[in-house]
């Protein structure tokens, strides 16, 4: 019983070896014909990719330059989503879609929450006026995009800097509107072209 029980542990052994042996002798034959296979989808995949870069890339360079067209134009909105009141005030949503400081040519109509107060706790109150003193008013452009500033006493004793810096690549906007008395607040949105 014990030659037959070391028999089989041979004739195992032995199968275990032979059998790579086999197997081994057939991969290479199908290796080489899956790495010719995924060779060939690769090349076909870079093909796609390279025309998907390239597509996007025009996307962005077309983006870019309707950025840049809309605020030369000087017709166009900026929306905030959130602002807070500096240096290190709590961010607040905006979700109210009236909420906007838009240029038109020589004038800004202004509806934007604000933060008023000579000390802590602030008062928060909701600028609404249209303006047709833009004084200082200029445009800049900057390697990030453009910077947009002028000033306006907005009807009060009070005067107001308005800087809104765009980022052409993104769309994306901060607004920084500081005034002599009162503490500054800044907005961050996007910038939507006015028709």
Do not use: C
């Not at 030369?72 to 290190?88: C, D, G, I, K, Q």
């Not at 961010?91 to 929450?113: M, R």
Request: aromatic share 12%; no cysteine.
């Amino acid at each position: 019983m014990k030659k037959i029980l070391l028999l089989f542990a041979i004739v195992a052994t032995l199968a275990t070896l032979v059998v790579p042996l086999v197997v081994t002798s057939n991969t290479p034959t199908e290796t080489g014909t899956s790495f010719e296979a995924d060779r060939q989808r690769e090349e076909q995949l870079s093909e796609k990719h390279r025309e998907r870069i390239a597509r996007r890339k025009a996307r962005q360079a077309a983006y870019e330059r309707f950025i840049d067209s809309t605020i030369l134009s000087h017709n166009y909105r900026f929306v905030p989503t959130m602002f807070n009141a500096e240096p290190a005030g709590s961010s607040n949503i905006i979700t109210n879609p009236n909420i906007e400081l838009a240029i038109y040519n020589d004038w800004a109509d202004i509806h934007l929450p604000v933060y008023q107060g000579f000390t802590p706790p602030y008062r928060l109150v909701i600028i609404n006026t249209t303006i047709t003193n833009l004084a200082d008013f200029t445009t800049v452009q900057t390697d990030d995009g453009w910077t947009i500033s002028f000033d306006s006493w907005l009807y009060s004793s009070n005067d107001y800097t308005f800087t809104l810096d765009v980022y052409s690549k993104t769309g994306g906007a901060t607004l920084t509107l500081s005034s002599t008395f009162y503490p500054t607040t800044t907005y961050w949105g996007s910038i939507v072209a006015v028709y």
